[in-house]
């Protein structure tokens, strides 16, 4: 990763040396969602080690999360 990248800035390297200490990789959250108005989409984490599921219901309302059962009253009918 970022210990063997020679194209790195000494800055980057000593931030990225820095947070080595200060967090774990599996820190952060398992994905970035985005969405323009017309699609939506995510991406997973940096390690892509944390599970993300989604759903989309009926009403066309798109539910991400890194956990089942985000929402304890999902109606499994209108998904």
Do not use: H
């Not at 066309?60 to 890194?66: G, L």
């Amino acid at each position: 990763a970022w210990q063997n990248d020679t194209a790195m800035g000494a800055d980057k390297r000593a931030m990225y040396e820095y947070l080595s200490c200060k967090l774990e990789p599996w820190d952060g959250p398992a994905l970035i969602a985005f969405c323009d108005g017309n699609y939506a989409g995510a991406v997973l984490d940096r390690n892509g080690l944390r599970p993300s599921r989604y759903y989309v219901t009926e009403d066309q309302q798109v539910i991400f999360s890194s956990e089942v059962g985000v929402l304890p009253q999902l109606d499994q009918t209108r998904v």
